[in-house]
């Protein structure tokens, strides 16, 4: 997984390409745009498939590490009863390191997400620059 300062210079500079190709929009084709959108449309199913993988693999993955968790912890309570407070320290920095690697997951979900709002709110600007052009078309052949 990335960096989430990594990610959140991708969301960024995606943010800005969302901007500049909504104001090029504005003088291009109506089969451009519709293209683009297209695309994006394309691109945005694509990511949401891979979200959900990843949110499927990562809930995998912890019910895996929690029941491993659960089995050795008992194992070694029953094993070494005279080193619990040694044992506990290393279960709470597990505990943290878990906690840290879920919170991480869910910011990376968060990006995602925010991705697909940029995406989303991109494919809204063309399809109004596409119903303005229409508006105009029509308006122009009028009578």
Do not use: C, G
Not at 46 to 53: E, F, G, I, M, T
Not at 56 to 69: E, F, G, R, Y
Not at 128 to 136: E, F, K, P, Q
């Amino acid at each position: 997984m990335k960096p989430l300062s990594e990610q959140l210079q991708e969301l960024s500079a995606r943010a800005k390409k969302a901007e500049d190709d909504a104001a090029a929009a504005r003088t291009e084709a109506r089969t451009t745009i519709e293209a683009r959108r297209d695309k994006l449309d394309a691109d945005a199913a694509a990511r949401s498939a891979k979200a959900s993988a990843a949110a499927t693999k990562a809930k995998d993955t912890v019910h895996d590490q929690w029941t491993q968790l659960q089995t050795t912890t008992k194992q070694r309570v029953d094993v070494i009863k005279a080193d619990i407070d040694a044992k506990k320290a290393e279960q709470d920095a597990k505990r943290a390191e878990r906690k840290a690697e879920r919170a991480e997951d869910s910011a990376a979900l968060a990006i995602d997400f925010a991705y697909d709002a940029v995406e989303n709110a991109e494919a809204a600007v063309l399809d109004a620059v596409i119903a303005r052009y229409d508006a105009d078309n029509l308006a122009n052949q009028a009578p």
